[in-house]
């Protein structure tokens, strides 16, 4: 018998080694959800088998994304988290929405097209569990200045705060504008009240010269882009 056989803990490591090495050749393709986790939750505990943890967050959740969107203070509670596990999963998640952020906004700054609009769009939605509305402020040659979170509620709650966007509008100098809002539960496709809501808008910054771009919906389904889909046209408005 070999002094690996002998020792569980060197077993333990041996197994974590044999992950990491799996991982760096091959990256995440083909895992599975748990295996995910598990390899996660190597780096906040150390000496513990990390699998059967990863399994009872991925049963009790349902989802690797929805074990990264959990509140800390309730993985705390579940046995085998503890708070380092509860903290770097959250991190993570923070780590992840920067992360494509950045990414999506450097690429929206340096060539404003539909694919990039909507992939930022989307990045600004990764957490949230209610409705949300954001605006994007935009110069005159389209170039990204910032963007806000400027309402949020329940689903089908929310309503846009026109006169607090057109002081963001005035203080930046922006002339131009995207709105964007999520269907957390549904679909990407926009209700008939969302392109009516569109048309008001679009009537609304017209008069102060500002001019809506577009407007993105970010369902469980997808993206969508009202003026790529003809939803902007007069005959829909």
Avoid at 23 to 28: A, K, V, Y
Avoid at 30 to 38: A, D, K
Avoid at 118 to 144: G, M, P, Q, W
Avoid at 173 to 196: F, K, Q, T, W, Y
Wanted: charged content about 25%.
């Amino acid at each position: 018998m070999t002094d690996e056989n002998k020792n569980p803990r060197h077993n333990h490591h041996g197994h974590r080694q044999r992950k990491k090495a799996q991982f760096l050749e091959n990256g995440l393709k083909g895992l599975p959800e748990h295996e995910v986790l598990e390899f996660l939750l190597y780096y906040a505990i150390p000496y513990r088998d990390t699998n059967g943890t990863a399994h009872a967050l991925i049963e009790k959740y349902g989802s690797l994304a929805n074990v990264m969107n959990a509140d800390y203070n309730e993985l705390v509670k579940i046995n085998g988290v503890g708070a380092n596990a509860a903290s770097l999963i959250c991190f993570s998640r923070m780590l992840a929405e920067t992360y494509l952020k950045k990414k999506a906004g450097g690429e929206l700054l340096e060539l404003f097209n539909s694919e990039r609009l909507k992939n930022y769009c989307s990045s600004l939605f990764v957490s949230a569990r209610n409705e949300e509305i954001h605006c994007l402020y935009l110069t005159d040659n389209l170039k990204l200045i910032f963007s806000e979170m400027v309402c949020s509620g329940t689903v089908g709650s929310v309503e846009l705060p026109v006169r607090d966007i057109a002081r963001a509008v005035f203080a930046n100098d922006c002339s131009r504008l995207v709105i964007a809002h999520n269907h957390p539960a549904g679909s990407c496709m926009p209700s008939r009240a969302d392109v009516e809501a569109t048309g008001e808008i679009l009537d609304v910054f017209r008069k102060m010269d500002v001019e809506l771009i577009d407007h993105i919906i970010v369902g469980r389904d997808g993206v969508t882009s009202l003026r790529e889909n003809g939803y902007m046209n007069d005959k829909w408005l």
